[in-house]
């Protein structure tokens, strides 16, 4: 089985309320990539197209976007798994290359999730639990992640000041991305002021700052052969590992809600195929959906022990100059949360730091990089390693 690349890369800017319809939304994503890569529609063999269909208006989208971007009559599929639906088309588009039976495949992950009201978005996030035994209850989003935040407290002792700290790394770095949504700085004193919009009360302990946004947005990856990578690319960022997971929908099905089930047995699979631990890896994006998240993420991932995430955050540990940088482009904190184009824009952002081509938020020569992209309250995982 030959290797696998990647060796395009796009993202849209995200935001609030995209103008335009999905077809453009996308071909914003898929020109940067296809321009990346070097490449024409001709060129590509296959198309992945990923998105959480109940806010889509515009059913079957992958048949949509295969004739807008000029990719008819090759086959197109359509993958979701929630928020990790661009990675689980990743692994998808690894394995149909690796498996010999396509050369060149375009990721395509998008969502226009101000196509609906917010009532309805959040509704449709209660819908992502069990209907007949949780949703019915009024479970949401910040809810089931209160829950965590919640337990990791009380299992370890973690403050709300430690999850305030995670927000106030995600601004220093959202400030500097052009593509995110939230651009602005953010201090821990700003947790601590009722008058504040970010000590805002959401679903106890989280507050308003403690939660990413929805957004407009969509990403493209080109992941092609071994022998592809050779000819068009003189930077392919090579998929090393690759693992998957899912859990119990509901919440009673869990052990433990202080960490992600999902998470460590994706990371474990990932790192026995890489044939690399935590401590080789140089740069990190997690699914920081809300600050608890990426608190769990660095426990799971194996970067810190259970309980030890606040020290990392504290030390300043995940910062660009620390010793294991996660979330350099603002995370979903300060980007927003396009829910189909989240993972691809993830892979994105290692794959330029992998190629140095990641501007002011540049981490010093990293060879090694892991994505961990959460579908659902941690519903689905996916942990992707890549390697320059």
């Known amino acids: 089985m030959g290797r696998v690349a990647i060796i395009g890369v796009g993202q849209s800017r995200f935001v609030r309320k995209y103008p335009g319809s999905i077809r453009e939304l996308t071909f914003e994503a898929f020109k940067e990539a296809m321009t990346d890569a070097g490449m024409t529609a001709g060129d590509i063999d296959a198309s992945v ?11 079957s989208p992958a048949g949509i976007f295969a004739e807008y971007l000029g990719l008819n009559p090759q086959p197109t599929f359509y993958v979701e798994t929630l928020c990790s639906s661009s990675s689980t088309g990743l ?3 690894y394995s149909l290359v690796a498996a010999g039976l396509h050369h060149a495949v375009a990721v395509l992950g998008f969502q226009k999730m101000s196509e609906i009201s917010s009532a309805e978005s959040q509704e449709r996030m209660g819908r992502g639990a069990d209907i007949q035994w ?3 209850f009024g479970t949401m989003m910040p809810a089931y992640y209160a829950l965590h935040a919640q337990a990791h407290m009380k299992k370890f002792g973690t403050r709300p000041e ?3 700290a995670i927000r106030v790394k995600a601004a220093t770095y959202g400030q500097i991305n052009d593509r995110a949504v939230y651009r602005k700085p953010v201090t821990e004193e700003m947790f601590a002021d009722p008058e504040q919009t ?3 009360p959401v679903a106890s302990p989280l507050r308003v700052g403690d939660c990413c946004a929805n957004a407009d947005g969509s990403s493209c990856l080109i992941v092609v052969s071994e022998e592809r990578a050779k000819t068009f690319s003189k930077k392919p960022v090579w998929v090393l590992g690759v693992g ?11 052990d433990d809600l202080a960490g992600l089930a999902v998470a460590r047995q994706a990371a474990d699979q990932a790192y026995k195929m890489a044939g690399v631990g935590p ?9 920081d959906c809300f600050t608890i998240a990426e608190m769990m993420a660095y426990e799971n991932l194996g970067f810190a022990k259970p309980g030890e995430g606040k020290e990392l955050i504290q030390g300043k540990e995940t910062y660009k100059e620390g010793s294991i940088p996660v979330n350099v482009d603002g995370g979903l904190l300060s980007k927003g949360h396009p829910i189909g184009a989240t993972g691809g824009s993830q892979v994105r952002t290692i794959v330029l730091q992998l190629r140095g081509e990641a501007g002011p938020m540049q981490v010093k020569d990293p060879e090694i990089g892991l994505v961990h992209n959460i579908g659902g309250v941690g519903l689905y995982g996916n942990v992707t390693i890549l390697g320059r």
């Open 91 to 93: 692994k998808l588009a």
């Open 134 to 136: 949780e949703s019915p």
């Open 244 to 254: 998957a997971a899912s859990a119990s929908v509901n919440m009673t099905g869990r």
């Open 49 to 59: 197209v990923c998105s959480a269909p109940e806010y889509d208006k515009q059913r």
């Open 279 to 287: 401590k080789e890896i140089d740069v990190a994006e997690v699914h």
């Open 162 to 164: 430690d999850l305030a």
């Open 198 to 200: 970010m000590a805002g």
